[in-house]
């Protein structure tokens, strides 16, 4: 089994806030990023997690062009797919044709975290962790036994066994070990470590204006955007938008903005959505 995925709980990748992984059964990696968004063809050279923060993907919708990348590989007869950027679950997209596929999102700065399983093209089942008592999905009790038997819920599906109980992660692997063990899921530790995995796009590509970035940045001595991926990283389409007059939301500056100004407002991305109504919370 390796190492599970209830080391999940709490982790990040370099972005410091978020781990969001589809995992798939049935098809290859290559094939998961495909159905995840990314052109034929498109996959660029492996990178390990901490590589990631050069492409300073774009996830902030109010200051250009969202964007998305994947880092995608394959363990324990699952193939395996990290996002990096806004919040997307493509469960549908990945599990059609009779793939089975598991979305695990955490973001630190909306919970819960949800896990949720598909298969033939809809989601099947999957809750929040330590909110289990909002199931979703077309058959939103498939796991109320697991969740009994694991002494989180009643047999009702509705009363917690230990609802006053202190220690949220335990809680929260305790949720996530009922995928594990069920599903028969695994990730190594060392995909946010030192394992280097082939980098798709999977959203924002190409970048309509990548050429005249690209340009600017060569004659300027700025570090290049990577011309297979064809995304502009955040802050290199900043400093190309000031010196033409124009602040990240596309609005024209009024007065001198030197160029480590923070204009506009900060905004978190990865706005979670909820699974069964499919609306913002």
């Given amino acids: 089994m390796g190492d599970g995925i209830q080391w999940m709980v709490g982790a990040t990748t370099s972005s410091g806030w978020m781990l969001d992984v589809h995992f798939a059964r049935g098809i290859d990696s290559a094939e998961l990023a495909l159905r995840m968004g990314a052109p034929l063809g498109s996959g660029t050279q492996p990178m390990t997690d901490a590589e990631m923060v050069s492409l300073d993907v774009d996830a902030y919708p109010d200051r250009g062009p969202s964007s998305a990348v994947v880092r995608a590989g394959e363990h324990s007869g699952w193939a395996f797919a990290i996002t990096y950027g806004p919040y997307l679950n493509r469960l549908d997209e990945v ?17 819960p975290t949800t896990v949720l399983y598909a298969r033939d093209g809809r989601t099947v089942c999957g809750f929040g962790l330590r909110e289990e008592h909002h199931r979703y ?25 230990d609802p006053d109980t202190d220690d949220y992660n335990d809680r929260k692997r305790r949720g996530l070990a009922i995928f594990e063990q069920r599903f028969g899921l695994s990730l190594p530790r060392t995909v946010l ?65 030197g160029p480590g100004a923070a204009i506009g407002p900060f905004h978190t991305s990865g706005t979670l959505r909820d699974p069964a109504k499919n609306t913002e919370r």
């Fill in 95 to 111: 599990s059609r044709d009779g793939v089975e596929a598991v979305h695990y999102h955490y973001n630190s700065e909306h919970p």
């Fill in 137 to 161: 999905g077309h058959d939103p009790d498939l796991l109320l036994p697991d969740l009994v038997a694991a002494g989180i819920l009643r047999s009702d599906g509705e009363t917690y066994c």
């Fill in 193 to 257: 470590t030192e394992d280097p995995l082939p980098v798709y796009a999977i959203m924002g590509s190409p970048a309509p204006d990548f050429e005249a970035i690209y340009g600017w940045a060569a004659s300027n001595g700025r570090p290049l955007p990577n011309e297979r991926l064809r995304l502009i990283p955040a802050g290199l389409r900043n400093d190309y938008e000031r010196t033409r007059g124009w602040n990240p939301r596309g609005r024209l500056l009024t007065g001198d903005v």
